[in-house]
């Protein structure tokens, strides 16, 4: 369900700045993911079918916005460093350490695919540039894999926005029950590398868990 608070703040800024004020919103919600894309970028593409702001525009402002808000995670994630972004995120509201979690370890799997694609992932999308600060990951790479996976997204649902009118926000209902299914499968993806880890780490030990020693020369 839309909140209307959001909505309604979400209009406002659009009324004030025009396509800016689209870009601004999502780069808000990049680094605050509680903030909902399937509000902000369907309300843009409404907005720009009534005439409130080019349909261009705002393709290229939600994108540049998307841009910014991702490359201040980056710095973030970048200047923290792994455990102080933790705690930090610990402390923020409606942020999820397990969240974090599941996002690191998906970017410690697929390192520049997880940020393309990852745009295109409710809460990744936002989160996934923290690890790829954290590790440090090349400034022009994540620049355009984050412009490219974010044109994508964006415009689809900018688009759904400016076609559906009025309708816009049935696109929400379809991307909470998108989101469900993709977390719910990271969570699941994210149990099967700790299993693995743990096998190998237990494969490796000897009795007791130590590994065992080498067999010394006999000194007879």
Excluded: C
């Excluded at 025009?18 to 990049?30: D, Q, T």
């Excluded at 694609?117 to 923290?130: A, D, E, N, T, Y």
Aim: a positive charge; aromatic letters at 10%.
């Amino acid at each position: 369900m839309i909140d209307s608070g959001t909505t309604q703040w979400v209009t406002g800024l659009m009324g004030t700045l025009g396509a800016p004020g689209a870009g601004l919103a999502v780069a808000l919600e990049n680094i605050f993911p509680p903030l909902p894309s399937e509000v902000i970028l369907p309300l843009a593409g409404f907005t720009a079918s009534t005439g409130g702001m080019n349909l261009y525009a705002a393709l290229l402002w939600t994108t540049l916005g998307s841009v910014v808000g991702a490359l201040a995670l980056y710095g973030i994630g970048a200047a923290l460093g792994r455990e102080r972004v933790t705690a930090v995120a610990a402390k923020v509201p409606l942020v999820k350490v397990a969240d974090i979690e599941k996002t690191e370890a998906w970017f410690e799997r697929h390192g520049a695919k997880a940020v393309f694609f990852g745009r295109m992932i409710p809460v990744f999308r936002s989160l996934i540039s923290v690890p790829a600060g954290v590790e440090r990951m090349r400034l022009p790479v994540f620049l355009t894999l984050t412009a490219l996976g974010s044109a994508l997204w964006n415009t689809a649902f900018v688009l759904a926005g400016f076609f559906l009118g009025e309708q816009w926000d049935v696109v929400s209902g379809y991307v909470s029950t998108y989101s469900k299914v993709v977390l719910a499968a990271a969570g699941l993806a994210l149990l099967v590398l700790v299993g693995i880890r743990v096998f190998r780490s237990s494969g490796t030990s000897g009795p007791g868990g130590r590994a065992p020693e080498e067999a010394r020369p006999d000194r007879s």
